[in-house]
């Protein structure tokens, strides 16, 4: 008898146990992003500083190679540029040093700019 009312008990919970697991599975899928998103950063900011990006590389491979920018938006200025992609560390938003990707109309990177945390403009 009190094997089948433990059982009931964990039926009439069950929603609520389903809710639990699920806030934790996104929990964990969040953690495992901006994980990646970090690695990406900083793998970035080190091929900038040790010479190894490369202009005319395609959008597809940066992000491919450094993961996803925390922020694309289209550029309406004069300097070619089409796109930027702004890469940073994703949990240090104002001590973050700063990179934005610029890219052609064909989705090629032509520049980049590092600015250091301590640059705020």
Known sequence: MLVLMSGCAAIEHMDGLLALKSVS?????????LKRQEKGFKKLKDDINNGRLRKG???KYIIDAY???????KSADDSGAKEILL???PTEYFQSDRIYLS?????RLVSWELKPADCQS
Request: charged share 35%.
């Open 103 to 107: 890219f052609d109309n064909r989705g």
């Open 67 to 73: 993961f996803e920018p925390v922020l694309a938006k």
């Open 87 to 89: 890469y940073r560390n």
């Open 25 to 33: 599975d996104s929990q964990r899928d969040m953690d495992i992003y």
């Open 57 to 59: 590389a395609s959008k």
